[in-house]
């Protein structure tokens, strides 16, 4: 079951790549070619639907020229102790 922490950090994660995407001035379809990820998974990170496993993480982060740390910085703030 997915938590309010989840669903928060699948949005932050997400409003960090589109801001990284949209300011190295590329497409959503070229973000997703240039990773190897489908558009799909792409958009749906992007929009906090989905969070990203650990090799599209990398991918994106690469393509966007970022440390990967720092689209999920700051997330530790999160309380997901309540997890089972």
Known sequence: METFEDYEAARIIGNRIRAHRRA???????????SETHVTTVS?????R??????????L????NV????????LHNLD?????
């Open 24 to 34: 190295n001035d590329l497409t959503l379809e070229t973000l997703s070619y240039l």
């Open 44 to 48: 749906r990170i992007e929009r906090g």
């Open 80 to 84: 997901f102790s309540a997890q089972q």
């Open 61 to 64: 982060a690469t393509v966007l």
């Open 50 to 59: 989905s969070l990203p496993n650990l090799g599209t993480l990398m991918r």
């Open 67 to 74: 440390d990967p740390g720092s689209l999920i910085h700051d």
